[in-house]
């Protein structure tokens, strides 16, 4: 089975601080995206990386930013977290190609105060 | 561009009862469609794919969807439900690239 594992279930931050959020994937997978889900508003894609050291923008990347030194691994990172930026936050994977099946960790939730 | 629409937000049935969960799609060719579900706290399942052929697909837990090309609907049935299929459903689409574009989901809630 395909595992994705967020380092984090919950996180509490302060408005201003670096903020690290982790993702790791054990499939070997080429694609790995970051999505941020909000009531109402279903998943709304952040970033996603293609290939070690490639990314690309998403729908709403303002604020974030990504980091792929490994395949196995995609960080998100929040430069100066703000309030608007408490949600939950999914990690998924995907070998690529035409059947794009994703592959989703638990989420963590992240409130910034 | 491409859109998902899910018309229901939130949905009640009984337990035992069957169910249809609603899924419109906007897209200029045969999209690549996919069921997810999130239980609470929980990240997202795959429930059934459709990418090409036999238009009636069959998944996990009972579900089952149909490819509508007419009606641009890739609706989700289960013909009994269970107490323990209460979670968020979420549709989605692809057009054979690598981005997934969601639906904003619907709550499903099974009174016993």
């Known amino acids: 089975d395909v595992k994705v594992t967020q380092s984090s279930r919950y996180l509490v931050k302060r408005t201003g601080e670096k903020v690290f959020l982790e993702c790791v994937q054990d499939m070997d997978h080429e694609n790995m995206f970051w999505y941020r889900q909000d009531p109402g508003l279903g998943l709304r894609l952040i970033y996603f990386?293609?290939?070690?050291?490639?990314?690309e923008k998403g729908d709403i990347p303002e604020g974030y930013s990504v980091s792929r030194e490994k395949k196995e691994r995609f960080s998100l990172i929040l430069e100066s977290a703000s309030t608007n930026q408490t949600s939950m936050y999914l990690c998924?994977?995907?070998?690529?190609?035409?059947?794009?099946?994703?592959?989703f960790g638990a989420g963590t939730r992240l409130s910034v105060l | 561009a491409q859109s998902v629409t899910q018309p229901d937000i939130h949905i009640t049935v009984s337990e035992g009862a069957s169910l249809e969960l609603r899924c419109n799609y906007s897209y200029g060719a045969t999209p690549y469609l996919f069921w997810y579900v999130q239980s609470p706290g929980q990240g997202l399942q795959l429930l059934l794919k459709y990418f090409s052929g036999d238009t009636l697909v069959q998944g996990i837990k009972g579900f089952e969807a149909e490819f509508k090309r007419s009606q641009s609907s890739f609706n989700l049935r289960k013909p009994s439900v269970h107490w323990s299929d209460a979670a968020e459903y979420f549709c989605a689409l692809t057009g054979g690239g690598n981005k997934l574009t969601f639906g904003t989901g619907t709550q499903l809630k099974v009174e016993l």
């Open positions: 990386s293609y290939d070690v050291k490639m990314k």
């Open positions: 998924a994977s995907s070998r690529g190609g035409e059947e794009n099946i994703q592959y």
